[in-house]
C-alpha cells in the first residue's frame, strides 16, 4: 500500500499550489482521507480531511477559506487545492489514509501515509 503525494513547490506568498496523493496497492473509497503538514522544529499538525464519498470536510482554523479538500474516488487520487498561500504555510505536507469513513483531525486514526512533498512559501 502506497501513498504517493506530489505537486510541493516553491511559490510566492499570495500564489497557489495544488497537491495531489494518488493511492496504489488499495483502494480508500470507504475511507476519508487527510492532509497534514509539518515545519520545521515543529509537529506535525492537521491541515484538512475529507469523508469517504466527499461530502463532509473539515479544516485547521488556519487555512479555512483558502484551502480545499477534494477526492476522486474513480482515481484513487485526493487533492489539496491551496490559495492565497502565506510563508506560515511553509512545511511538509503528508497525506494520509483514515481507519474511519468520516473526517477527523485526530491523528492516530490515520493508518498509511505518504512520504510528503515541501511546499515552500516566499515573502
Known amino acids: 500500500v502506497q501513498l504517493q503525494a506530489s505537486g510541493g513547490g516553491l511559490v510566492q506568498a499570495g500564489g497557489s499550489l495544488r497537491l495531489s496523493c494518488a493511492a496504489s496497492?488499495?483502494?480508500?473509497?470507504?475511507?476519508?482521507m487527510g492532509w497534514f503538514r509539518q515545519a520545521p522544529g515543529k509537529e506535525r499538525g492537521f491541515v484538512a480531511a475529507?469523508?469517504?464519498?466527499?461530502?463532509?470536510?473539515t479544516y485547521a482554523d488556519s487555512v479555512k477559506g483558502r484551502f480545499t479538500i477534494s477526492r476522486d474516488n474513480a482515481k484513487n487520487t485526493v487533492y489539496l487545492q491551496m490559495n492565497i498561500l502565506k510563508p506560515e504555510d511553509t512545511a511538509v505536507y503528508y497525506c494520509?489514509?483514515?481507519?474511519?469513513?468520516?473526517?477527523?483531525?485526530?491523528?492516530?486514526?490515520?493508518?498509511?501515509w505518504g512520504q510528503g512533498t515541501l511546499v515552500t512559501v516566499s515573502s
Open positions: 494520509a489514509a483514515s481507519t474511519t469513513s468520516y473526517p477527523t483531525w485526530v491523528r492516530n486514526v490515520y493508518r498509511y
Open positions: 496497492g488499495r483502494t480508500f473509497s470507504n475511507n476519508a
Open positions: 475529507i469523508s469517504w464519498n466527499g461530502d463532509r470536510t
